[in-house]
């Protein structure tokens, strides 16, 4: 999508999606307005230290305070939602933080952006909303759940709401590959399963996805990019090569394979060149529906153990040093 003479907000802004998007939107558009909305005020004054341009505008915030966001989204056309609490342990350990940041915040975030006329409405989930096991993945569900019956409050006002749904990304905080890159030193790198098999996507190819969905949006749908697999053995052999692999065991709330579509979910999903769509169960509010890409089978599910797709560790390697 042109974003040029638009006004953004992004959420979660100095995260790990959000410094990437703000870079690429900068270096490719020209927005009238770019804002940057976060909790941290030590990565903002980083990042304002980072990027100089005229129309970067940065304000603290949580998602929590929707009062702070109707302030920040006065006079914006876009939002990007990529604020959350997303570290599985943390999250099962601390329920009511990650309830009231990616539950409650969701529906802040819905409910400003309706009383602020905001127009596009986009936001980040992940393979674990789709048949969750943690609070992490159930939360995450439920955001999406909100933010495609958001359309039933914000259609006639035109403010439209829907949601991207992606696996595992390379260089992101918290990921594996950082743990594996400090354990290499040591000759030794510890593993969960060796069966465990993971979708993968780099930084820039999720903000790429972002930013060509908020074009193709009409308001309900979750889209899926077509990604490849992992196995965990081949990702350990492409950062720590040579390294003695330790055995430890899944860890409470994790998956042994990823899922991106369920076999339910199939039902309402479209299948295009690139990506899949996931059409809206409900759509009340006069939702255009789509007639680009095929209907799939019964019972498909795109799931990591199963995907045609998979990465050897010399493709691994090349995604992790690019």
Same mark, same amino acid.
């Given at each position: 999508? =042109?974003?040029?003479?638009? $006004?953004?907000?992004?959420? &979660?802004?100095?995260?790990?999606?959000?410094?990437?998007?703000?870079?690429?939107? /900068?270096?490719?558009?020209?927005?009238?307005?770019?804002?940057?909305?976060?909790?941290?005020?030590?990565?903002?004054?980083?990042?304002?230290?980072?990027?100089?341009?005229?129309?970067?505008?940065?304000?603290?915030?949580?998602?929590?305070?929707?009062?702070?966001? %109707?302030?920040?989204?006065? =006079?914006?056309?876009?939002?990007?939602?990529?604020?959350?609490?997303?570290? #599985?342990?943390?999250?099962?350990?601390?329920?009511?933080?990650?309830?009231?940041?990616?539950?409650?915040?969701?529906?802040?975030?819905?409910?400003?952006?309706?009383?602020?006329?905001?127009?596009?409405?986009?936001?980040?989930?992940?393979?674990?909303?789709?048949?969750?096991?943690?609070?992490? &993945?159930?939360?995450?569900?439920?955001?999406?759940? %909100?933010?495609?019956? &958001?359309?039933?409050?914000?259609?006639?006002?035109?403010?439209?709401?829907?949601?991207?749904?992606?696996?595992?990304?390379?260089?992101?905080?918290? $990921?594996?590959?950082?743990?594996?890159?400090?354990?290499?030193?040591?000759?030794?790198? $510890?593993?969960?399963?060796?069966?465990?098999?993971?979708?993968?996507?780099?930084?820039?190819?999720?903000?790429?996805?972002?930013?060509?969905?908020?074009?193709?949006?009409?308001?309900?749908?979750?889209?899926?990019?077509?990604?490849?697999?992992?196995? #965990?053995?081949? %990702?350990?052999?492409?950062?720590?090569?040579?390294?003695?692999?330790?055995?430890?065991?899944?860890?409470?709330?994790?998956? /042994?394979?990823?899922?991106?579509? $369920?076999?339910?979910?199939?039902?309402?999903?479209?299948?295009?060149?690139?990506?899949?769509?996931?059409?809206?169960?409900?759509?009340?509010?006069?939702?255009?529906?789509?007639?680009?890409?095929?209907? /799939?089978?019964?019972?498909?599910?795109?799931?990591?153990?199963?995907?045609?797709?998979?990465?050897?560790?010399?493709?691994?390697?090349? /995604?992790?040093?690019?």
């Amino acid at each position: 999508m =042109d974003l040029t003479n638009a $006004s953004i907000l992004v959420t &979660g802004g100095t995260g790990s999606f959000g410094t990437r998007f703000v870079q690429t939107v /900068l270096a490719g558009h020209a927005p009238r307005r770019l804002a940057v909305f976060s909790r941290d005020e030590l990565k903002q004054s980083e990042m304002q230290g980072r990027l100089k341009h005229p129309a970067l505008r940065f304000f603290l915030g949580d998602v929590r305070d929707k009062e702070r966001l %109707l302030r920040a989204m006065h =006079d914006i056309d876009i939002v990007v939602h990529a604020a959350a609490l997303k570290q #599985i342990p943390a999250c099962e350990y601390n329920p009511f933080e990650a309830i009231q940041t990616n539950v409650i915040g969701a529906k802040n975030v819905i409910d400003a952006a309706i009383d602020s006329g905001v127009k596009r409405v986009i936001a980040l989930s992940t393979d674990k909303a789709c048949k969750p096991i943690n609070l992490y &993945g159930a939360t995450k569900l439920c955001a999406e759940k %909100l933010f495609v019956q &958001g359309n039933a409050y914000g259609h006639r006002r035109g403010t439209h709401f829907a949601c991207v749904r992606y696996g595992n990304v390379i260089g992101s905080r918290g $990921s594996v590959i950082p743990l594996f890159q400090a354990q290499r030193a040591a000759g030794v790198v $510890s593993v969960t399963d060796p069966k465990m098999t993971r979708f993968w996507i780099t930084l820039q190819q999720g903000v790429d996805f972002v930013a060509r969905c908020l074009g193709l949006m009409r308001g309900g749908e979750i889209f899926v990019p077509k990604l490849p697999t992992t196995r #965990i053995l081949d %990702l350990a052999e492409a950062v720590a090569p040579g390294c003695r692999v330790e055995f430890v065991g899944i860890r409470p709330g994790e998956k /042994l394979h990823e899922v991106l579509i $369920s076999e339910d979910e199939a039902r309402q999903a479209l299948e295009l060149p690139e990506m899949f769509v996931l059409e809206p169960v409900s759509p009340t509010w006069g939702y255009q529906a789509w007639t680009e890409g095929r209907r /799939l089978a019964g019972g498909y599910s795109y799931a990591s153990d199963t995907n045609d797709h998979v990465l050897t560790p010399a493709e691994m390697r090349s /995604l992790v040093d690019g």
